[in-house]
């Protein structure tokens, strides 16, 4: 299962890939976006299933579950959401002003 999500992930960082390449501004962001799920997705497979007990100190059992793989994943998904979010604000404020959305027409004059 560890090696399908980890395909999954590959599969995602080259779909991302092609978007980030790509001139539209919202494209771009879904790029970004499609990435930080890939990256959320490697993380995860990175971290294994880990079968134990709560890691509480009272408790008395030999295998503890690990839970900094989970706890990175929560921090990437907040940081992503919120960059997402910057990103859109932004590509909104430009289409404002602009009326454009490519990013070849957004560079000014020719000969600057």
Known sequence: MET??????GVLVSV???FILSKNLLRVILGSAV???AVHLLLM?????????????????E?????????????????SFAVTAVFLVLAYRTYQSARL???DSLRGSEHE
């Open 35 to 37: 990435l930080s799920h």
């Open 101 to 103: 959305d490519h990013s």
């Open 4 to 9: 399908l999500t980890i395909i999954l992930a």
């Open 45 to 61: 497979a990175m971290g294994g299933l880990k079968k134990g007990s709560v890691p509480l100190l009272g408790e008395k059992a």
């Open 16 to 18: 991302a890939t092609y």
């Open 63 to 79: 295998v503890y579950a690990d839970a900094l793989p989970q706890a990175l994943i929560l921090t990437a998904i907040v940081i």
